[in-house]
Nanobody, 123 residues
Framework: VQLQASGGGLVQAGGSLALSCSAS????????MAWFRQAPGKEREILAA????????HYADSVKGRFTISRDDANDKVYLTMNSLKPDDTAVYYC?????????????????WGPGTQVTVSS
């Protein structure tokens, strides 16, 4: 599966952004989808993951209550809605996919990656 994220940009602290990730390939509904981010000098961290049909969802503590992951299997898309953004949320954001065999929360658990989109939150 090939992934392409979009929707990044510059926003003021307290604002909102919505990221979208489009997937091409077969059987999108069979994949676990996730959003990660990587800030300069930091490791890539998972933000949220969603299982098949949204049956299982995980959020990192750092974004819980502010970010929402959702998926549209009819259109092969996954979304990340981000509210109450903080300067610490500044990073490159990536969508990732893994065929639904094992639920994983580490970057090494995901085989397919999009090229990333920059999110910058100004103070």
């Amino acid at each position: 599966v090939q992934l392409q994220a979009s929707g990044g940009g510059l926003v003021q602290a307290g604002g909102s952004l919505a990221l979208s990730c489009s997937a091409s390939g077969d059987r999108f509904s069979m994949y676990i989808m996730a959003w990660f981010r990587q800030a300069p000098g930091k490791e890539r961290e998972i933000l949220a993951a969603i299982g098949r049909s949204g049956s299982r969802v995980h959020y990192a503590d750092s974004v819980k209550g502010r970010f929402t992951i959702s998926r549209d299997d009819a259109n092969d898309k996954v979304y990340l809605t981000m509210n109450s953004l903080k300067p610490d949320d500044t990073a490159v954001y990536y969508c990732a996919a893994e065929f639904d065999t094992n639920w994983g929360l580490l970057q090494y658990d995901y085989t397919y990656w999009g090229p990333g989109t920059q999110v910058t939150v100004s103070s």
